[in-house]
């Protein structure tokens, strides 16, 4: 009986089944309502979407929109805004991949355009104590802005999973918003961003990533109550509302919807706030796709305008300098008094607060009478100060501002390009432009390039000392020209300008070559100061905006506050840091964390850069070009990051994702290209966060002189690189092989070659006067042969024992002895080989050896000395 009960099929079990069917009708009733309920408030918001979508085609609404119009009208770069729409939870890893990687290599790909990117990624931004009104107009007016200055197409990407979103209530959205952007009640936010930025308009420009949600079956048991609300709604309606606007999208927009997926890695902690991150990956596939729809769409509404494969490369370069002014003068912010000062001087006032400095009457380079100088003419003005301390973007900003006045500039930014360095190229794109006239003839072949063009620009000033018209003459970053006479160094550069002529040059502060010359002559001196609080306040913020972000005011105060706020490369260093820091709700930790010293946030920097990368060099590029001397040129360093013993470089898209994320800190310099950090401050970070083990910078010095001597062809990079490398990582007879044997090394100055080989050779007194010392000896067959000691055509009997230098015969010969240690063995009467190691007999009774030559050392390896010290060059 128990038994037949139990299976429901004893004498109670028909009630106990009425009974039962009767509540799961019930039950089954009041879902039925929920999902009626359900439906009808779905089906009622997509009615009232249709009802604006017709409003839309027939209204106005983006000219009367909030945000604000382009500044830049008359500028040739245009803004590309593209605003990234989600819940912020759930989709923390795939903006931090948009932020990090597709960003930065689309902000690459449109600057060849003439573009600016600016990604509107409203993770932070809005003050924590914003209101619900001050939340909905944050993010409807960066979409106003985002159709102002996108042709009315902005650039919209929506990620959407398993949340539907905020839904503020019908009392908290004001009533002048539900007019301007026909709001829809009982939608979120999200929803209405896409109404607003794509749906309504169909807009072209957006496109949409919807991610399956399988991988929340993979989080882990202990975090997933923790994690899974995050990414998976719990309320029915907003289910069926996600439901519903997945499906419309696919309809409406059937070529720009991608379903993507994802797998769950694991959980993290944050650097600096500890705060647990669910970290997902295979996300690749989503990167390219967003890479490929944004060119796609910017290609359609800007069209490339750079066709021309083969540009006349005069043209090219005044294009170069005008589009690198206009880019630098939109990051000025603060230094008023500084630009006020500059511009007064422009407009031929005497420059406030600035004396005359310099003048010592000897100058035979810059020579008044070759320039014809006469009373009256204008000092220049010098603006000097550290590196990073934004020069460049003064300077960029004053060519702007003087143009509004009337005043015609010539500018010239050293650097913006690689022919910007070249100084004679300058001097001729700089007398075409102030004068007027097409230098159509060459100087001839006998004459200095330098002297022809001076003489040009000399003869062109009488008349510019009668013209009317006010010139002002800008030379950014004049230390970096290139200039193969160091005697000569500017002499180019006028003293002083005629007429309305106003020249003014910048220079870094610690570049006394540059320095000196000018103070030749009396000029103005402008130094660039320390940051006021005021200054980096108006930094920051400016910066910020670009992007849409804003920080609380406590947030503000506690950056301000710190002892490294005067100094401008931590200020746009931090400000930098919080650009790309994607958690909102621990931005105050995240302050607090970072470094108040420019080398403990270098530092973080770097660590950033090697814990982001993705490629796996990041490491090697920065400890490579950190170990160089002197920067290291583009194309070597792509080979040695790929496989030096296959002679295979880096892959190309491996190498462009590590020159975007580097590329703010790093720069190029001289002909060939150096790539090199920006700033000494950055190198130092390297050594003391990378290069931290002597073992490793051996490694890093071997792989270097590894390159250079089996790969690279570039003998004159070669001969530069190679020995500095080998001394640097110990392989010392892989230089004496590379000195005395290889091709490379015939450039090389004889006495850069000795001054090598005194650091390899033994230290220990080799006096003659001392009874166990004996001479250096070389055998009949040996001295004949040539090249032993350099890879030159010398004998050996007429060569130097330790660099190769040929010996000349109007000094008396220096012989060259071992010391008492390397002279076992020998004797006054045998003698081993210098070359070959064979026994030679030795006569001291005849005052001609025949069969044998004594080692013979030149002026420069026995100067002093070293004509007592041992000749043997040690390897170990």
């Given at each position: 009986m128990?038994k037949?009960?139990?299976?429901?099929?004893g004498?109670g079990?028909?009630q106990e089944?009425?009974?039962?069917?009767?509540?799961q009708?019930?039950?089954e009733?009041s879902?039925d309502s929920?999902?009626?309920?359900?439906?009808?408030?779905v089906?009622?918001?997509?009615e009232?979407?249709?009802?604006?979508?017709?409003r839309f085609?027939?209204?106005?609404?983006l000219?009367?929109?909030r945000?604000?119009?382009?500044k830049r009208?008359?500028?040739?770069?245009?803004?590309?805004r593209?605003f990234?729409?989600s819940?912020?939870t759930?989709?923390?890893?795939?903006?931090e991949?948009?932020?990090k990687k597709?960003?930065?290599?689309?902000?690459?790909?449109?600057?060849?355009?003439?573009?600016?990117?600016?990604?509107?990624?409203?993770?932070?931004g809005?003050?924590?104590?914003s209101?619900?009104?001050?939340?909905?107009?944050?993010?409807?007016?960066e979409?106003?802005?985002?159709h102002?200055?996108?042709?009315?197409?902005?650039?919209?990407?929506?990620?959407?999973?398993?949340?539907y979103?905020?839904?503020?209530?019908d009392?908290?959205?004001?009533?002048?918003?539900?007019?301007?952007?026909?709001?829809?009640?009982?939608?979120?936010i999200t929803?209405?961003?896409?109404?607003h930025?794509?749906y309504?308009?169909r807009?072209?420009n957006a496109?949409?990533f919807?991610r399956?949600?399988?991988?929340?079956?993979?989080?882990?048991?202990?975090?997933?109550?923790k994690?899974?609300?995050r990414?998976?709604?719990?309320?029915?309606?907003q289910?069926?509302h996600?439901?519903?606007?997945?499906?419309?999208?696919?309809?409406?927009?059937?070529?720009?919807?991608?379903p993507?997926?994802?797998?769950?890695?694991?959980v993290?902690?944050?650097i600096g706030?500890?705060?647990?991150?669910?970290?997902?990956?295979?996300?690749?596939d989503?990167?390219?796709?967003?890479?490929?729809?944004?060119?796609?769409?910017i290609?359609?509404?800007?069209p490339?305008?750079?066709?021309?494969?083969?540009?006349?490369p005069?043209?090219?370069?005044?294009?170069?300098?005008?589009?690198f002014?206009?880019?630098k003068s939109?990051?000025?912010a603060?230094?008023?008094?500084?630009?006020?000062?500059?511009?007064?001087?422009?407009?031929?006032e005497t420059?406030?607060?600035?004396?005359?400095?310099?003048?010592?009457?000897?100058s035979?380079?810059?020579d008044?009478?070759?320039?014809?100088?006469?009373?009256?003419?204008?000092?220049?003005?010098?603006?000097?100060?550290?590196?990073?301390?934004?020069?460049?973007?003064?300077?960029?900003k004053?060519?702007q501002?003087?143009?509004?006045?009337?005043i015609?500039?010539v500018?010239?930014?050293v650097?913006?390009?690689?022919?910007s360095?070249?100084?004679?190229k300058?001097?001729?794109r700089?007398?075409?432009?102030?004068?007027?006239?097409?230098?159509?003839?060459?100087?001839?072949?006998?004459?200095?390039c330098?002297?022809?063009?001076?003489d040009?620009f000399?003869?062109?000033?009488?008349?510019?000392?009668?013209?009317d018209?006010?010139?002002?003459?800008?030379?950014?970053a004049?230390n970096?020209?290139v200039?193969?006479?160091?005697?000569s160094?500017?002499s180019?550069l006028?003293?002083m300008?005629?007429?309305?002529?106003?020249?003014?040059?910048?220079?870094?502060d610690n570049h006394?070559?540059?320095?000196h010359?000018?103070e030749?002559?009396?000029?103005?001196?402008?130094?660039?100061?320390?940051?006021?609080?005021?200054?980096?306040?108006?930094?920051i913020?400016h910066?910020?905006?670009r992007?849409n972000?804003?920080l609380?005011?406590?947030?503000?105060?506690?950056?301000l506050?710190?002892?490294?706020?005067?100094?401008?490369?931590?200020?746009?260093l931090?400000t930098?840091?919080?650009r790309?820091?994607?958690?909102?709700?621990?931005?105050?930790?995240?302050?607090?964390s970072?470094?108040?010293s420019?080398?403990?946030?270098?530092?973080?920097?770097?660590?950033?850069?090697?814990?982001d990368d993705?490629t796996?060099?990041?490491?090697?590029a920065?400890?490579?070009?950190?170990c160089?001397?002197?920067?290291?040129?583009?194309?070597d360093l792509?080979?040695?990051?790929?496989?030096?013993?296959?002679?295979?470089?880096?892959p190309?898209?491996?190498?462009?994702?590590?020159?975007?994320?580097i590329k703010?800190?790093?720069?190029?310099?001289?002909?060939r290209?150096?790539l090199?950090?920006s700033?000494?401050?950055?190198?130092?970070?390297?050594e003391?966060?990378?290069?931290?083990?002597?073992?490793?910078?051996?490694?890093?010095?071997?792989?270097?002189?590894?390159?250079?001597?089996?790969?690279?062809?570039?003998?004159?990079i070669?001969?530069?690189?190679?020995?500095?490398h080998?001394t640097?990582a110990?392989l010392?007879?892989?230089?004496i092989?590379?000195?005395?044997?290889?091709?490379?090394?015939?450039?090389m100055?004889?006495?850069?070659?000795a001054?090598?080989?005194?650091?390899?050779?033994?230290k220990?007194?080799a006096?003659?006067?001392?009874?166990?010392?004996?001479?250096?000896?070389?055998?009949?067959?040996c001295s004949?042969?040539?090249?032993?000691?350099a890879?030159?055509?010398?004998?050996?009997?007429?060569?130097?024992?330790?660099?190769g230098?040929?010996i000349?015969?109007?000094?008396?010969?220096?012989?060259?002895h071992?010391c008492?240690?390397?002279?076992?063995?020998?004797?006054?009467r045998?003698?081993?080989?210098?070359?070959?190691?064979?026994?030679?007999g030795?006569?001291?009774?005849?005052?001609?050896?025949?069969?044998m030559?004594?080692?013979?050392?030149?002026?420069?390896?026995?100067?002093?000395?070293?004509?007592?010290?041992c000749?043997l060059?040690l390897?170990?």
């Amino acid at each position: 009986m128990y038994k037949r009960y139990l299976y429901g099929d004893g004498p109670g079990a028909k009630q106990e089944s009425t009974q039962s069917s009767q509540q799961q009708t019930k039950q089954e009733k009041s879902a039925d309502s929920v999902q009626d309920i359900m439906t009808t408030a779905v089906t009622k918001c997509w009615e009232k979407v249709e009802e604006s979508c017709d409003r839309f085609k027939n209204s106005d609404v983006l000219q009367n929109a909030r945000g604000p119009t382009d500044k830049r009208k008359q500028s040739s770069w245009k803004t590309v805004r593209v605003f990234v729409s989600s819940t912020f939870t759930d989709f923390f890893n795939e903006r931090e991949v948009l932020v990090k990687k597709v960003f930065p290599e689309l902000r690459e790909w449109c600057e060849d355009r003439s573009l600016y990117l600016v990604e509107c990624d409203l993770r932070w931004g809005v003050p924590k104590d914003s209101t619900t009104s001050d939340t909905i107009y944050t993010c409807m007016e960066e979409i106003d802005r985002c159709h102002s200055e996108n042709e009315g197409t902005p650039f919209f990407i929506n990620l959407t999973g398993e949340r539907y979103g905020w839904v503020p209530s019908d009392e908290e959205v004001p009533v002048d918003i539900k007019s301007q952007y026909d709001w829809i009640s009982g939608t979120s936010i999200t929803f209405m961003e896409i109404m607003h930025g794509a749906y309504r308009k169909r807009n072209p420009n957006a496109v949409f990533f919807l991610r399956d949600g399988e991988f929340c079956k993979d989080i882990p048991k202990e975090y997933y109550e923790k994690f899974y609300k995050r990414f998976v709604d719990a309320d029915p309606v907003q289910k069926e509302h996600l439901r519903v606007l997945k499906q419309k999208l696919r309809a409406r927009f059937p070529d720009q919807v991608f379903p993507y997926s994802c797998q769950m890695e694991g959980v993290t902690e944050e650097i600096g706030t500890g705060r647990a991150t669910l970290k997902l990956k295979g996300l690749d596939d989503f990167a390219e796709k967003v890479q490929t729809f944004l060119q796609g769409a910017i290609s359609r509404t800007y069209p490339d305008q750079k066709a021309d494969k083969n540009p006349d490369p005069e043209l090219q370069e005044m294009e170069n300098q005008r589009l690198f002014m206009e880019k630098k003068s939109e990051f000025v912010a603060g230094r008023e008094d500084l630009l006020k000062t500059m511009l007064s001087y422009a407009k031929g006032e005497t420059p406030v607060g600035l004396q005359l400095t310099g003048g010592n009457d000897k100058s035979f380079v810059r020579d008044p009478v070759y320039w014809g100088l006469e009373k009256g003419d204008n000092p220049l003005l010098c603006l000097s100060g550290p590196v990073g301390y934004g020069k460049s973007t003064i300077m960029a900003k004053l060519a702007q501002e003087a143009e509004k006045c009337g005043i015609a500039v010539v500018y010239h930014f050293v650097g913006c390009s690689s022919d910007s360095r070249q100084t004679e190229k300058m001097y001729r794109r700089i007398i075409q432009t102030i004068t007027g006239e097409e230098l159509d003839d060459m100087p001839p072949e006998e004459q200095d390039c330098m002297k022809f063009y001076k003489d040009k620009f000399r003869n062109c000033l009488p008349r510019l000392r009668k013209d009317d018209k006010a010139i002002l003459l800008l030379i950014d970053a004049m230390n970096e020209l290139v200039d193969n006479n160091a005697y000569s160094h500017l002499s180019w550069l006028p003293p002083m300008f005629p007429g309305k002529i106003r020249c003014i040059v910048s220079t870094a502060d610690n570049h006394f070559p540059t320095l000196h010359r000018l103070e030749e002559h009396p000029f103005y001196h402008a130094k660039m100061a320390a940051l006021t609080i005021e200054d980096a306040r108006l930094i920051i913020t400016h910066t910020l905006a670009r992007f849409n972000k804003r920080l609380a005011p406590d947030e503000m105060d506690l950056i301000l506050s710190q002892g490294c706020v005067d100094n401008p490369l931590w200020v746009w260093l931090i400000t930098e840091e919080l650009r790309l820091f994607g958690d909102f709700r621990t931005l105050s930790t995240k302050i607090k964390s970072i470094s108040v010293s420019v080398d403990g946030l270098l530092a973080s920097v770097i660590k950033r850069l090697i814990l982001d990368d993705d490629t796996g060099y990041m490491k090697k590029a920065v400890s490579v070009i950190g170990c160089s001397q002197g920067g290291v040129p583009v194309h070597d360093l792509m080979n040695l990051l790929g496989d030096i013993d296959q002679k295979e470089a880096l892959p190309a898209l491996y190498w462009a994702k590590i020159r975007r994320h580097i590329k703010p800190y790093v720069r190029t310099v001289g002909t060939r290209e150096y790539l090199t950090y920006s700033h000494s401050a950055i190198s130092k970070a390297v050594e003391d966060t990378v290069l931290t083990s002597k073992d490793e910078v051996k490694t890093y010095h071997t792989t270097l002189a590894d390159y250079y001597l089996t790969w690279s062809t570039d003998k004159y990079i070669n001969v530069e690189m190679v020995p500095y490398h080998c001394t640097q990582a110990g392989l010392k007879q892989r230089l004496i092989n590379f000195l005395r044997k290889s091709p490379d090394s015939v450039s090389m100055p004889d006495f850069v070659r000795a001054r090598y080989f005194q650091s390899m050779r033994c230290k220990n007194l080799a006096d003659p006067v001392l009874p166990s010392i004996q001479d250096a000896v070389i055998c009949m067959a040996c001295s004949m042969k040539k090249s032993t000691f350099a890879p030159r055509f010398y004998d050996n009997k007429s060569s130097c024992v330790v660099c190769g230098s040929q010996i000349f015969g109007h000094r008396p010969a220096v012989r060259a002895h071992y010391c008492a240690f390397h002279s076992v063995g020998q004797s006054e009467r045998i003698g081993k080989c210098h070359v070959c190691e064979n026994v030679v007999g030795k006569d001291p009774s005849r005052k001609q050896q025949l069969g044998m030559a004594y080692g013979q050392l030149c002026d420069r390896c026995s100067f002093g000395n070293d004509a007592k010290k041992c000749c043997l060059i040690l390897s170990d």
